[in-house]
């Protein structure tokens, strides 16, 4: 039985993702962006590392079918002089066609943006930046980062709390616990 839905009428509700069968997220993330997708870059910052699950969740619609996951990782940037700042990849966010523009990949990214703010640790995605503008992410600090394959640099977004500043230039990769 496919667990990823087709249709449906409006409406979803949130649930942690890890109460969702891995197999449903993978085909809506196949659906969603392509059975290429793993040598995106955003794959290589997430290589070996866990999703955080506070900061994850998914989209059941009233028949309990999957119909939008996200999923946020420990990422690091690692400096020149070695020392880590602690970050969170958000994404991929993924919402099924059927389903896109009904506001069910906000729901989920307010929901991941509270568990992160919670966190005190700033959040980075890679995505267009009018989508994620209103959500408080921008390229302004982000344009000296490296990154472990191809970015545009107008996609790599932060999010910070009023105030912080995050460091000029480094290297981003998975965060892994010491």
């Keep these: 039985m496919d667990m990823v839905a087709t249709s449906g009428a409006a409406g979803a509700h949130l649930v942690p993702v890890e109460t969702v069968a891995q197999d449903a997220v993978e085909q809506l993330l196949d ?31 009233e028949a309990g079918l999957l119909v939008g996951s996200l999923q946020s990782w420990p990422l690091a940037l690692t400096g020149a002089d070695g020392l880590a700042t ?7 966010i993924a919402v099924h ?3 896109r ?3 069910i990949g906000r729901a989920m990214l307010r929901r991941a943006l509270g568990a992160i703010d919670r966190s005190g640790i700033p959040a980075v995605l ?7 503008e209103p959500f408080g992410f921008a390229a302004d600090q982000t344009q000296g980062w490296q990154v472990p394959g191809p970015v545009d640099h107008a996609r790599l977004l932060a999010r910070t709390e009023s105030g912080t500043v995050l460091p000029l230039e480094g290297m981003l990769g998975p965060r892994h616990s010491a």
């Design 97 to 99: 066609p059927d389903r």
């Design 126 to 132: 890679i995505g267009d930046a009018p989508y994620y």
């Design 86 to 92: 602690p970050l969170w990849l958000v994404g991929p």
């Design 31 to 61: 659906l969603a962006f392509g059975q290429d997708r793993h040598g995106r870059t955003a794959y290589r910052l997430r290589d070996g590392v866990v999703a955080e699950p506070r900061a994850s969740c998914a989209a059941l619609d």
């Design 101 to 103: 523009s009904e506001g």
